[in-house]
Structures are given as C-alpha cells and as structure tokens.
C-alpha cells in the first residue's frame, strides 16, 4: 500500500472548474493506477476515473468529456481537471491506488486518501 494525500477542493459555483491533486508516497508510482472516487451525503462510493500504469484512462459516464485524470509520475501526483461542474458534482473526493490495474469497484483499490471536499452552488 501507498500513502495518498488529496488537495485542491473547495466552494465552486455551477460552471465553474477544479483541478484536484493527489501525492503519492511510499511506492513505485509508476507500477501503480490511480483512481478518483466520490461520495455525497447518504450515497455509497462510486467511480469517477482512473488511470492506469500504462496511462490508460476511464471515465464514470456521468463525468466523461467534463473531467480529466492525468499523472505525473516524476511528481508522483495524480490530478482531476474538472469543468462544467454541476451542484450533482457536490461530494467528498477520494484519491485511491493499486499496484497493477485497478478497476470501478471499490474493492479493487487498497490504498486511499483522506478525501477533499468539492462542493458546487451558487
């Protein structure tokens, strides 16, 4: 497992965009995928994107062509642009990690953030 810190949330109004952040200590970054998950009040965890080793990304239908997941590796950082965001975008984010592929469930990721709030209103 791998230590994983969020930043870069915060009050955005409809429209409006993000970029989240996501560090990454204690392993070979470059071994592992890199996902963004979210939760609001009451919901379960679900899938935002991932990126894998080989750069290979996939996006939640719900946020395709409005978020973009991308990593530095040298940085060892994994970000979230997000755009267009919508008062359904309001949740906690989490960043998570797994050596190897990691897929839309939960239970594919063994290592998580702490979360960073993201809140859209008016």
């Known amino acids: 497992q791998v230590q994983l810190v969020e930043s870069g949330g915060g009050l955005v109004q409809p429209g409006g965009s993000l970029r989240l952040s996501c560090a990454v200590s204690?392993?070979?970054?470059?071994?592992?995928?890199a996902g963004w998950f979210r939760q609001a009040p009451g919901k379960d965890r679900e899938f935002v994107a991932r990126?894998?080793?080989?750069?290979?990304?996939l996006y939640a239908p719900s946020v395709k062509d409005r978020f973009t997941i991308s990593r530095d590796n040298a940085a060892n950082t994994v970000y979230l642009q997000m755009k267009s965001l919508k008062p359904e975008d309001t949740a906690v984010y989490y960043c998570?990690?797994?050596?190897?592929?990691?897929?839309?469930?939960?239970?594919?990721?063994?290592?998580w953030g702490q979360g960073t709030q993201v809140t859209v209103s008016s």
């Open positions: 990126i894998t080793f080989l750069s290979g990304t």
């Open positions: 204690g392993g070979t970054f470059s071994t592992y995928s």
């Open positions: 998570a990690a797994v050596q190897g592929y990691g897929g839309t469930a939960v239970k594919s990721w063994d290592s």
